[in-house]
């Protein structure tokens, strides 16, 4: 019934049989992405210079990174791109879900945010991610820099939240903090040795992502929020204010 559909190894070439099996090689601008990848997760983005990076890659051009990407910035988003696909996929599906119902708890809010990342814990490219991105986030000016996450689900999630916590906390800007703590925490967790389950530090994290959105505002901290918001409003009065020769020295 299966003649000429299987073959023994002595019936055809062994050698192309092997061949055909071995992975071929990446392309260059893969080779690049790959050692950017590891490298920039396990020494930091400008931790690793170009001539580093072409030679992880084995590429014999020193200007390889310049060939396939132009720059560093370039290079550092084809790395994490098609990761901020995955991520992102996963957050809106999280927030279309929340969307429909008619309330939702902050814990839910919180898995929104937490749990679409989490799930790049499972792989070492997912884990390459999770420490670049928390080098990142770390530093505004790094975003600024680089610019290269796709915020748009990150930015729903900051709207919906926005909608759902308490109105004291806003100007506090918690929901940032939120993204830092979880971001940063992710970071950690990634560059650990120790692999294991992470359910339970998953679960942890969203607690704690839980409780900074819904945590009360003190008496004083709204006392130190008034006086800041009075002192904003005060200022342009004092800009405008002639200046003496002891506040023009």
Known sequence: MFAGALESPEAGDVSSNKSSRISPEPSGREALI???????????????????????????????????????E???FAVIAPQNER?????????????????????????????????????????????????LIAEPAN???????????LNRWNRVAKQHMAESTLPLHRRFSAMNLCFSELGRRAAARRRGDHRLFVSDLVD??????????????LRL???????????????????TPSASS
């Open 87 to 135: 991520v992102g996929a996963r957050r809106a599906a999280l927030l279309d879900a929340l969307e429909i119902e008619p309330e939702f708890s902050i814990r839910a809010l919180a898995g929104a945010l937490v749990r679409p990342s989490a799930a790049m814990l499972e792989d070492s490219t997912g884990r390459d991610y999770l420490r670049i991105g928390a080098e």
């Open 225 to 243: 929020l008034t006086e800041r918001e009075e002192a904003r409003r005060a200022a342009p009065k004092s800009r405008r204010a002639p200046l």
């Open 208 to 221: 704690l992502v839980t409780g900074l959105l819904s945590a009360e505002v003190s008496d004083e901290t």
């Open 143 to 153: 975003i600024r820099r680089w610019g290269p996450f796709d915020h748009t689900e």
């Open 34 to 72: 790959q050692a950017a990848r590891s490298l920039f997760a396990e020494r930091g983005i400008e931790g690793v210079s170009i001539r580093e990076l072409g030679r992880a890659a084995k590429q014999r051009n020193n200007n390889a990174v310049q060939y396939h990407f132009g720059d560093r």
């Open 74 to 76: 370039s290079l550092l």
